[in-house]
């Protein structure tokens, strides 16, 4: 179990909140992890990863014993490590006869297990056996546009899961405003057959074409891959259902309206004033002098009623 840190000060308040699920996400950072034992394929690819998210990843070089994600127990060390480091991203690479070149790609909410998906790499081809103009190599902090090729993205589950995974691990920092300057490269996969699909990463080369809009070239920097799907795991329903939650919407206001000149504005409805049935808190002086000659017209007719008795 990860043990919850209980924080004994305002500060240590403050952080741990920022490390806090959120309903907005901003951008997340990648924990990518060696298994007990690694191929130079394993080792290739997950250092291309690391290179291309170094500007929001970890990577840990030393092998892990006893880190099976699929099993029940296994995932305790990655939820450990995934809490030290602040990352809700998994990218963990381990070798077998069973299963060689095997690459887990997972989310986590919380800190907790989210969803996986165990893919095999074939046909690996890493950064530098591309030889290309080093201009176009891919910038620190530039957006990356992604082409998903093929129907079987649609409509295989195990492709619309790698798909969602995929785009949360190399999609980058969520902005508001984007410079076109800084989209500079592409990730383009396309679907094979319903379980493999071939992943290569490009970058847009813009050259002359006589108009106002250039003319665009994809030329391949690496990494490239075969990707084959294995198994995957989807999130447990309750936990979805926290991990889903969206910003309730501000209600609309009635009788509130924007002006661009006097700013906000907004009507005040006022019920009729019952002026009868109002309370005063200090009486007029008229009124004080209505009742003193009232109390005397009354003690006077009540003496003479007396005097005639």
Same mark, same amino acid.
């Given at each position: 179990?990860?043990?919850?840190?209980?924080?004994?000060?305002?500060?240590?308040?403050?952080? !741990?909140?920022? +490390?806090?699920?959120?309903?907005? *996400?901003?951008?997340?950072?990648?924990?990518?992890?060696?298994?007990?034992?690694?191929?130079? &394929?394993?080792?290739?690819?997950?250092?291309?990863?690391?290179?291309?998210?170094? @500007?929001?990843?970890?990577?840990?070089?030393?092998?892990?014993?006893?880190?099976?994600?699929?099993?029940?127990?296994?995932?305790?060390? !990655?939820?450990?490590?995934? $809490?030290?480091?602040?990352? =809700? !991203?998994?990218?963990?690479?381990? #070798?077998?006869?069973?299963?060689?070149?095997?690459?887990?790609?997972?989310?986590?909410?919380?800190?907790?297990?989210? @969803?996986?998906?165990?893919?095999? &790499?074939?046909?690996?081809?890493?950064?530098? =056996?591309?030889?290309?103009?080093?201009?176009?190599?891919?910038?620190?902090?530039?957006?990356?546009?992604?082409?998903?090729?093929?129907? +079987?993205?649609?409509?295989?589950?195990?492709?619309?899961?790698?798909?969602? /995974?995929?785009?949360?691990?190399?999609?980058?920092?969520?902005?508001?405003? !984007?410079?076109?300057?800084?989209?500079?490269?592409?990730?383009?996969?396309?679907? /094979?057959?319903?379980?493999? &699909?071939?992943?290569? #990463?490009?970058?847009?080369?813009?050259?002359?074409?006589?108009?106002?809009?250039?003319?665009?070239?994809?030329?391949?920097?690496?990494?490239?891959?075969?990707?084959?799907?294995?198994? +995957?795991? $989807?999130?447990?329903?309750? $936990?979805?259902?926290? %991990?889903?939650?969206?910003?309730?919407?501000?209600?609309?206001?009635?009788? &509130?309206?924007?002006?661009? $000149?006097?700013?906000?504005?907004?009507?005040?409805?006022?019920?009729?004033?019952?002026? %009868?049935?109002?309370?005063?808190?200090?009486?007029?002086?008229?009124?004080?002098?209505?009742?003193?000659?009232?109390?005397?017209?009354?003690? #006077?007719?009540?003496?003479?009623?007396?005097?005639? *008795?």
């Amino acid at each position: 179990m990860v043990a919850i840190r209980v924080p004994k000060s305002q500060r240590a308040r403050r952080e !741990l909140l920022k +490390h806090a699920p959120k309903l907005v *996400e901003t951008g997340k950072k990648t924990l990518i992890l060696h298994g007990t034992k690694t191929s130079a &394929v394993l080792n290739s690819a997950l250092a291309d990863i690391f290179h291309l998210k170094r @500007d929001n990843a970890v990577k840990f070089s030393k092998k892990n014993d006893n880190i099976r994600p699929f099993e029940s127990g296994g995932e305790t060390s !990655l939820e450990f490590f995934s $809490l030290k480091t602040d990352c =809700s !991203l998994l990218v963990y690479g381990c #070798h077998s006869k069973k299963r060689p070149n095997n690459l887990v790609l997972g989310r986590t909410y919380d800190h907790h297990i989210y @969803d996986l998906v165990e893919v095999g &790499v074939e046909s690996y081809r890493s950064i530098e =056996s591309y030889v290309y103009d080093k201009k176009l190599a891919p910038k620190l902090g530039s957006k990356p546009f992604f082409a998903f090729i093929g129907e +079987h993205f649609e409509s295989v589950d195990e492709l619309k899961h790698l798909k969602e /995974i995929l785009l949360d691990l190399f999609k980058g920092e969520v902005v508001e405003n !984007l410079n076109l300057a800084g989209v500079d490269r592409i990730f383009v996969c396309t679907a /094979i057959s319903p379980t493999t &699909v071939y992943m290569t #990463h490009c970058a847009l080369h813009l050259k002359r074409s006589g108009t106002s809009i250039p003319r665009i070239e994809l030329v391949e920097v690496g990494p490239s891959m075969d990707l084959v799907v294995r198994r +995957h795991r $989807l999130p447990v329903e309750s $936990l979805k259902k926290e %991990a889903m939650k969206t910003a309730d919407h501000a209600k609309k206001m009635k009788n &509130v309206t924007k002006d661009p $000149l006097q700013g906000k504005l907004g009507k005040v409805y006022i019920p009729d004033q019952q002026i %009868a049935k109002m309370t005063l808190a200090n009486d007029v002086k008229g009124l004080k002098r209505e009742r003193r000659e009232a109390k005397k017209n009354k003690e #006077h007719s009540k003496k003479q009623k007396m005097n005639a *008795e």
